[in-house]
């Protein structure tokens, strides 16, 4: 799980933000993902527009109020992760009908060097987000940085 722990950064990482909508979730996703390769808007719609197209395909919600939204891009050589969590969970579509309230976005690169990768990072966010203790302190992190530290130590810890 150290894996996760490369991809992700403080820049990328907000708590307790105040979104409404799975729309407005997964702008604010792409715009986070997106600034970690260039401070281009043009770059942050082409991620927002990827995540969607991938949203549309059946949601990324793995219930207990927690989502993976991903996408892949083929201008990246290695992946990106950005997390935020909600002051109040929203609708997106979760089996178990509860609203979501944490959220991990992942942009990884296409291809299939890299689709291994992909799938391992994947694997290790839905193991780690199963923690119900580990997601308890998600929700609970009142700072950008304390959710950071929260995550880092959950996925070493593992």
Known sequence: MLTITKYLTLEQTQAKLDLS?????LEHLAALLAKSIGPDQK???????KLLKREKLGSTAIDHGMAIPRAKDEGLTSPVISIITLAK??????EDKKPVDIFVGLLVPEGAAHQQLALTLVSDLTSILHNQSFCRDL???????KLYNTFLLGAVMG
């Open 43 to 49: 770059y942050s719609d082409i991620v927002f527009e």
């Open 89 to 94: 969970g929203i609708e997106f579509e979760a």
């Open 21 to 25: 909508s799975c729309k407005r979730v």
């Open 139 to 145: 929700r609970e992190a009142e700072s950008d940085k």
